[in-house]
């Protein structure tokens, strides 16, 4: 038995500081107006929570994973993004565990946040409030993590205003933490020390990620504002605890003392308590495991607050042969109480179940029946005409469906001053009724997506193409689609094959209509299909390519400059390159597992790689790749070669933004920039002669959304502290028809674009500045002059080795007081060193007698100036004595 814990309602910590979230934007760099959209999707993910305001009609919010918080706009029919303020610095706000939506000052909501509560996030929770219907927020940070994306997230709501005494919050914390108290509008915060059970349960204790070892503690708090007047905090409180042995307590002195619900239901962990004041019954709907995932048996109670007695009122009860199901979410029809519904949590085949009950749980009616298997009848019809891809692009066979109507459905509201109306959650979007009361009538109800305005697609890659459509999206979960209307939502994702993610993009630059993507699915449901994926018509359809053996998830890919070839770094497995449309892949030597590869945008031939913190360059279709003598390099980020510009290359990662025009060979790195998650192109200005460049990035300090129209001289902030959306930057790129546009992927916010709304811009053409590369050599430099005039000289940097190999680097500097159009470095080897693949160069060698000159792209050198060419070789690591370089 546990022991039970009698004691004065005490402070264990109290939090002082409170942070005002609305300041003025602090300004590092010029800035340029721009206003803002989501390209259109509606929904992409999963909605935990539907929270309708009791007090106040058509207030509503909605509550989701990773994606932020939304309020409802009904002139609309849409929603409206609530925490988009929220920037790199916090991005764990964008997890949203818990809302609550104040009934007596309606203006008043609170949401508690914090992304996940494993080691590796830093941030802690936080309990935001505020006074204008979430316009505009205050903070008040917690001393320990919450989870809105971790296990047990779809049970609720954990955060509660007291509808006697709105100053009064309650808020369930998960892994120990127990159950938190505020008295001050949620300005402060005291852990209520005589809560006996902060709740034992997890999915798998022993799990070393710290995912499924997730205990979600304390997960719904439902007052009985009978038990107290208006304007003294409520006397009775009903807590559930994700814990399978108690897994409810009650208080009746307003949260001095506590104690288990006699005769209360064990074996199951209640999800939901929603209580019926008019005839005062609080139900519970129970499942085995804390979801949202899985669950597999369960039962549903009715609790007569006044006389104690629990009835068991399960649809299907958990005992019966036929039970396959928990339960979870669970709605009462505030106008008619005696009539309730319950969701199955989870039946994943064939479809979720609704239960409605009109006499308060005696008696029940599905919301489709069996009738000659396979064949069902229903009680409603589906209208997905506004989201068609809500089919997923699926064709089953009966007794299943498309679209489904639901999973993961742990929400499920009726709207407390309409009937008729229902919103409920899904994994993908929200979908609701306005005439449910023909269920009664015996009648079928329409159900339709309901939102519009919701974005919550992880974005993983973005390409606009110079023609065609203009923009292709990879997504988390979704797939990706084509936008040939950023504003309109697309008639189906990508299908043929079908990914769950699509992890990368890319498009031939001279032929952009060629189109290949990679991307991951569950191999033993598609065991044929391949993780690769083809097109000819600009995305508009697709055809799956070969692939090699081990291949389980997708990677990255690139698209030769005239669609001829492709090379693809499956994850986990040796990149491939293919000539042609992926009918056979071959090794791609020299690029390391897991590199992120990208096509040179002029020459067909040339391909990148980018892997701990080495840039690697094939001049040969992907069939070798060599690491550059580049150093100095991120360990991880993104980079992206310029449209119409040979050997142009932008790499982002730790430390800031790196710049290249030789094709990776040396890399300059940027001034002023300190840390950058992505880069990329569009549109050039009028009279530049050089494409924009975007980046989100932190310049002088601030961390935001940049573009430059001068090559990366100065920059431009063009979003504001209104507009960060979290994590952002996973994938970007701009417009090459629309100057200024620019494309940003969000994890959890949809695909953003924005466009410029400043006066028109003129640039005067400059040209884009190469600096010095960064790096310093890794070996003993040989340096000597060349002949006659000392017009250059080359420098000999030692690199990696290996046994029996090495790589290596040398600079040519133009010494003289005039420029050369061309150079040619020649040594002699001290042993049987041999050359197997160089760059930056031709060379030949004859015996020891190397000779190394220019490529097309760097003989030209100014007085003063430097390029760089590399090799690999074999034999002794023992560098040559002297280097002998002529100018031409």
């Given at each position: 038995m546990r022991k039970r814990l009698l004691a004065v309602l005490t402070a264990a910590a109290v939090l002082l500081v409170t942070a005002i979230v609305r300041m003025t934007p602090v300004a590092a760099v010029a800035s340029d107006p721009y206003a803002f959209k989501n390209v259109r999707i509606d929904g992409g993910g999963f909605v935990p929570g539907i929270i309708f305001n009791p007090s106040e009609r058509d207030l509503i919010y909605a509550r989701t994973d990773i994606g932020?918080?939304?309020?409802?706009?009904?002139?609309?029919?849409?929603?409206?993004?609530?925490?988009?303020?929220v920037g790199w610095d916090r991005w764990g706000y964008n997890g949203v565990i818990s809302l609550a939506t104040d009934p007596v000052e309606t203006n008043r909501v609170y949401a508690a946040v914090g992304m996940h509560t494993n080691d590796w996030d830093p941030g802690n929770g936080a309990i935001l409030r505020s006074t204008d219907k979430g316009d505009t927020w205050q903070v008040t940070p917690l001393p320990f993590k919450l989870g809105g994306n971790m296990p047990g997230r779809g049970m609720g709501e954990a955060l509660a205003v007291d509808p006697n005494d709105n100053r009064v919050l309650y808020l369930g914390a998960p892994n120990g933490n127990g159950l938190w108290r505020s008295t001050d509008y949620g300005a402060t915060w005291s852990q209520v020390t005589s809560f006996p059970n902060p709740g034992d349960y997890a999915q798998d204790p022993s799990d070393p990620t710290g995912y499924l070892s997730h205990r979600p503690g304390v997960v719904w708090v439902t007052y009985d504002p009978r038990s107290s007047g208006k304007g003294s905090p409520t006397q009775t409180i009903y807590v559930g605890v994700a814990d399978k042995d108690d897994t409810i307590y009650r208080t009746t002195d307003g949260g001095a003392t506590w104690?288990?619900?006699?005769?209360?239901?064990?074996?199951?962990?209640?999800?939901?308590?929603?209580?019926?004041?008019?005839?005062?019954?609080?139900?519970?709907?129970?499942?085995?495991?804390?979801?949202?995932?899985?669950?597999?048996?369960?039962?549903?109670?009715?609790?007569?607050?006044?006389?104690?007695?629990w009835t068991q009122i399960s649809p299907v009860p958990s005992a019966g042969s036929d039970a396959y199901f928990g339960y979870s979410g669970l709605t009462i029809d505030r106008q008619h109480p005696e009539t309730i519904m319950v969701a199955t949590q989870i039946s994943w085949w064939p479809d979720v179940?609704?239960?409605?009950?009109?006499?308060?749980?005696?008696?029940?009616?599905?919301?489709?029946?069996?009738?000659?298997?396979?064949?069902?009848?229903?009680?409603?019809?589906?209208?997905?005409?506004?989201?068609?891809?809500?089919?997923?692009?699926?064709?089953?066979?009966?007794?299943?469906?498309?679209?489904?109507?639901?999973?993961?459905?742990?929400?499920?509201?009726?709207?407390?001053?309409?009937?008729?109306?229902?919103?409920?959650?899904?994994?993908?979007?929200?979908?609701?009724?306005?005439?449910?009361?023909?269920?009664?009538?015996?009648?079928?109800?329409?159900?339709?997506?309901?939102?519009?305005?919701?974005?919550?697609?992880?974005v993983l890659d973005l390409i606009s193409p110079p023609s065609g459509a203009p923009l292709i999206s990879g997504l988390g979960d979704i797939a990706g689609f084509r936008h040939t209307d950023l504003d309109a939502?697309?008639?189906?994702?990508?299908?043929?094959?079908?990914?769950?993610?699509?992890?990368?993009?890319?498009?031939?630059?001279?032929?952009?209509?060629?189109?290949?993507?990679?991307?991951?699915?569950?191999?033993?449901?598609?065991?044929?299909?391949?993780?690769?994926?083809?097109?000819?018509?600009?995305?508009?359809?697709?055809?799956q390519g070969t692939e090699p053996g081990g291949v389980n998830e997708g990677g990255t890919v690139a698209a030769a400059a005239d669609g001829s070839r492709f090379v693809w770094a499956p994850k986990g497995v040796t990149p491939v390159y293919s000539v042609g449309f992926g009918t056979a892949w071959q090794t791609a030597s020299g690029l390391p597992t897991d590199a992120i590869v990208e096509s040179d945008r002029?020459?067909?031939?040339?391909?990148?790689?980018?892997?701990?913190?080495?840039?690697?360059?094939?001049?040969?279709?992907?069939?070798?790749?060599?690491?550059?003598?580049?150093?100095?390099?991120?360990?991880?980020?993104?980079?992206?070669?310029?449209?119409?510009?040979?050997?142009?290359?932008?790499?982002?990662?730790?430390?800031g933004i790196w710049h290249s025009t030789d094709g990776g060979s040396s890399f300059t790195r940027l001034s002023g920039i300190t840390d950058a998650v992505n880069v990329g192109f569009g549109k050039a200005a009028p009279g530049a002669n050089y494409p924009a460049v975007f980046a989100v990035a932190t310049?002088?300090?601030?961390?935001?959304?940049?573009?430059?129209?001068?090559?990366?001289s100065s920059w431009l902030r063009i979003n504001d502290d209104e507009h960060q959306w979290g994590n952002m930057g996973e994938a970007l790129t701009g417009d090459p028809r629309v100057y200024g546009r620019v494309y940003l992927g969000t994890n959890g916010r949809g695909i953003i674009y924005g466009d410029r709304t400043g006066p028109p811009i003129t640039v005067t053409p400059t040209e884009v500045p190469t600096g010095d590369p960064t790096g310093e050599p890794t070996g003993e430099p040989t340096e000597t002059p060349g002949p006659g005039d000392g017009g250059c000289t080359a420098?000999?940097?030692?690199?990696?080795?290996?046994?029996?190999?090495?790589?290596?680097?040398?600079?040519?500097?133009?010494?003289g007081d005039a420029a050369i159009t061309g150079w040619t470095v020649t040594w002699a080897w001290p042993g049987d060193q041999q050359i197997t693949t160089l760059w930056g160069g031709t060379h030949t060698q004859t015996g020891q007698d190397v000779t190394v000159t220019n490529a097309s792209y760097n003989g030209a050198l100014t007085a003063g100036a430097t390029t760089t060419f590399g090799f690999n070789a074999t034999g002794p690591t023992t560098p040559p004595t002297t280097l002998t370089c002529a100018p031409s």
């Open positions: 932020g918080a939304y309020r409802w706009d009904q002139s609309t029919k849409s929603w409206t993004p609530l925490l988009d303020w104690s288990r619900v006699p005769g209360r239901p064990t074996g199951y962990i209640a999800h939901k308590g929603v209580l019926d004041t008019e005839n005062g019954y609080l139900y519970i709907a129970t499942s085995d495991t804390g979801g949202p995932y899985d669950g597999g048996k369960g039962d549903v109670w009715r609790y007569d607050t006044e006389t104690g007695a179940i609704f239960f409605r009950s009109t006499d308060s749980g005696e008696t029940w009616t599905r919301v489709w029946d069996w009738t000659s298997y396979p064949d069902r009848s229903f009680r409603y019809t589906m209208d997905i005409s506004e989201n068609p891809w809500l089919t997923f692009g699926t064709d089953p066979e009966p007794p299943e469906v498309t679209p489904k109507l639901g999973w993961m459905t742990e929400s499920l509201e009726i709207d407390p001053f309409d009937s008729d109306r229902m919103m409920y959650g899904t994994g993908a979007t929200i979908y609701g009724t306005e005439n449910l009361t023909q269920w009664d009538a015996g009648g079928t109800f329409t159900i339709k997506p309901m939102a519009r305005g919701l974005e919550e697609t992880a939502v697309p008639s189906m994702m990508f299908t043929q094959p079908t990914f769950t993610s699509t992890t990368s993009l890319d498009y031939a630059e001279q032929a952009p209509s060629i189109m290949v993507r990679a991307g991951d699915f569950t191999d033993s449901d598609r065991p044929n299909d391949s993780h690769v994926a083809f097109s000819t018509d600009g995305g508009a359809t697709w055809f002029v020459n067909a031939m040339t391909f990148y790689g980018l892997s701990g913190g080495r840039f690697y360059r094939s001049t040969d279709g992907g069939a070798t790749f060599a690491a550059t003598a580049a150093t100095g390099l991120p360990a991880g980020g993104k980079f992206k070669a310029v449209p119409g510009r040979e050997g142009d290359v932008w790499v982002a990662g730790d430390g310049i002088d300090g601030v961390t935001g959304l940049y573009r430059s129209d001068d090559g990366g420098t000999y940097q030692a690199g990696d080795s290996w046994p029996g190999g090495f790589q290596a680097g040398v600079t040519v500097e133009n010494t």
